[in-house]
C-alpha cells in the first residue's frame, strides 16, 4: 500500500477543515480526488506533502510517517502544485538540476532520462531559458518535467491541466499511464472530471471536509442511486445536496 491516510482531522488552525478522514491508494492505482470549492481537497493534499500537521490521526507513505523518517518520506512523492512554483533567477536547467540534488539523483542520468520528456514537451532546447521567457502553459510543463524526472512511489498532482493545450494535456495523461504500468501511485485533484472519467481507477468524493465516497465510478454510482449518471452528473449532484455553488 503507498499512501494510507487514517483517521486524519486537520486544518490551518485549532478548527480542523478535516474531519476523520481514512482512505489508502494502493500501487499501481490512480485515485481521483474530487469536490467543490472548499471541499477540502487541498488541505488533504497539504497535509499529505507534509505542509501541514494533522490535529489527530497520521498519513504514510510506504508504511512510513513524516515524524518517523522525515527524509525517505519525503523523497517518496513528487508533487505538482496547482500553481507553477518557479524561481525567477534560474534557467530550466538549474531547476531539473535543484530537483536531482533535492531526490539526490545524479544529475547527468536523471537530464538523459527525461531527455524524452522534454522534447515531447518541446522543453529540451530552451534549458538555458528563464522562467520569465515561458508562458503559462511551458511553466506548468517545467513543473511536470521536474516532478517526473523523479521515479516516485507516488505522485501527489494539484489540478495539472491548467495552461496546457489538449495535445499537452493527454502526452500527460499517457505519462501517469506509464508510470502507474510501473507501479506507481497517482493521487490527482481535478475539476476535469470528463478526462478523469477516462484514466482514474477510483475516485474520493470531499465534501465539507469529510469523504462521503470513495469507490470506483460503478461504486459511487451505487452509492448515490445514479446507476446512469457520469462522474459530472454525480458532481452536480453532489455539489445541489451540499448546498455550495461550484467552481
Not at 522534454?118 to 511553466?139: A, C, N, T, V, Y
Amino acid at each position: 500500500m503507498t499512501l494510507s491516510v487514517s483517521n486524519l482531522s486537520g486544518g490551518y488552525s485549532k478548527q480542523p477543515v478535516l474531519h476523520d478522514l481514512n482512505f489508502t491508494i494502493a500501487d499501481g492505482e490512480i485515485v481521483g480526488l474530487i469536490g467543490l470549492n472548499g471541499a477540502g481537497k487541498s488541505t488533504t493534499i497539504k497535509h499529505i506533502i507534509g505542509l501541514l500537521k494533522p490535529l489527530a490521526g497520521e498519513v504514510r507513505i510506504n508504511g512510513l510517517s513524516l515524524g518517523e523518517d522525515n527524509q525517505t518520506y519525503r523523497q517518496a512523492f513528487s508533487y505538482i502544485p496547482e500553481m507553477p512554483v518557479l524561481y525567477d533567477e534560474l534557467t530550466l536547467r538549474e531547476h531539473l538540476a535543484f530537483t536531482a540534488m533535492a531526490y539526490r539523483l545524479d544529475f547527468d542520468q536523471a537530464l538523459a532520462a527525461s531527455r524524452p520528456l522534454l522534447e515531447q514537451f518541446r522543453l529540451w532546447e530552451r534549458l538555458d531559458w528563464l522562467p520569465i521567457h515561458f508562458s503559462k502553459g511551458m511553466k506548468q510543463k517545467v513543473m511536470i518535467a521536474c516532478a517526473f524526472m523523479v521515479e516516485a512511489s507516488l505522485y501527489v498532482i494539484d489540478e495539472p491541466f491548467l495552461g496546457l493545450d489538449p495535445l499537452a494535456a493527454n502526452d500527460f495523461i499517457a505519462m501517469l499511464e506509464a508510470r502507474k504500468q510501473a507501479g506507481a501511485s497517482v493521487l490527482l485533484s481535478t475539476h476535469e472530471l470528463q478526462r478523469a472519467e477516462q484514466y482514474c481507477d477510483r475516485y474520493l468524493f470531499l465534501a465539507a471536509g469529510h469523504l462521503v465516497a470513495d469507490g470506483s465510478l460503478a461504486d459511487i454510482q451505487a452509492q448515490f442511486q445514479m446507476p446512469d449518471a457520469n462522474l459530472e452528473e454525480i458532481y452536480l449532484h453532489l455539489a445541489k445536496e451540499s448546498g455550495h455553488a461550484l467552481s
